[in-house]
């Protein structure tokens, strides 16, 4: 898979959302912190404290990262202002990530072998991410 280097924005979700990729995508968490863990972190409820700062999970030779927005700096309407783009190296690979992404989610455009070259779909996850999945050179 080529590199991406993408952080999504949550609302007090990022620690569900980041298990749920992990299972998708495989790997190990390369970062790991929550809002108390912040060097002089500030006074702040204790479910504040437990919200995500940041989180880094390898995909390919890059990494999606993560964080829960602070309560204090509003909320964010989750996948309504991006689209992750994943080139992908095979069809399989294409398929299995594009199916475990599906899971709890809406495909909107399903995979095909598309115009421009490419085995290519598009899918919202169960967390309101929308992700478009393309192999160019695919064989079916």
Known sequence: MKAINITLIFNGKTE????????????????????????????????????????ALPVGSSALMGMDMPTFRGAVTEGKNFMVTLDTGSDEETEKVFNGLSE?????????????????????????????LSYVGGSK
Not at 21 to 46: H, L, T
């Open 16 to 55: 569900a959302a980041f298990n749920f990729y992990k299972s998708v995508f495989g790997g190990e968490f390369i970062n790991f912190q929550r809002m108390k863990d912040m060097p002089n972190a500030p006074a702040m409820p204790e479910e504040e404290a437990e919200k995500i700062l940041h989180v």
């Open 104 to 132: 709890g989610g809406t495909v909107t455009m399903p995979l095909g072998h598309q115009f421009w070259g490419a085995y290519f779909g598009m899918v919202t996850d169960q967390f309101g991410i929308q992700w478009m």
